[in-house]
């Protein structure tokens, strides 16, 4: 069983940033597809970056371009979300996710519990 954590949430001002973790308990962490995602109160889970296994790719929501950036450490098997410039909309339940078998792109099998994000205006 792959475990998720994720940290590094909090509440933060408009415009400032934070740093969420996400630390995978398996020795083939290496070996899998990241994601994250968040879910805002009242509405459905959106995918907010993806970085692939090597760390040569990374995808992200057009809501997300140029202020957040997703990167990885193999050797902590640790996934990182660098929040920069946060809006109230960031407001959300910020989950990571892997994908640890070919179940199809941005599919993910494993999820974390999730940290708390409140970006107050």
């Known amino acids: 069983q792959v475990q998720l954590v994720e940290s590094g949430g909090g509440l933060v001002q408009a415009g400032a940033s934070l740093r969420l973790s996400c630390g995978v308990s398996?020795?083939?962490?290496?070996?899998?597809?990241m994601g994250w995602f968040r879910q805002a109160p009242g509405k459905e889970r959106e995918f907010v970056a993806a970085i692939r296994w090597s760390g040569s790719s990374t995808t992200y929501a057009d809501s997300v371009k140029g202020r957040f950036t997703i990167s990885r450490d193999n050797a902590k098997n640790t996934v990182y979300l660098q929040m920069n410039s946060l809006k109230p909309d960031d407001t959300a339940v910020y989950y990571c996710?892997?994908?640890?078998?070919?179940?199809?792109?941005?599919?993910?099998?494993?999820w974390g519990q999730g940290t708390q994000v409140t970006v107050s205006s």
């Open positions: 398996d020795r083939a962490f290496s070996g899998y597809n």
């Open positions: 996710a892997a994908q640890t078998r070919g179940i199809g792109p941005y599919k993910y099998d494993y």
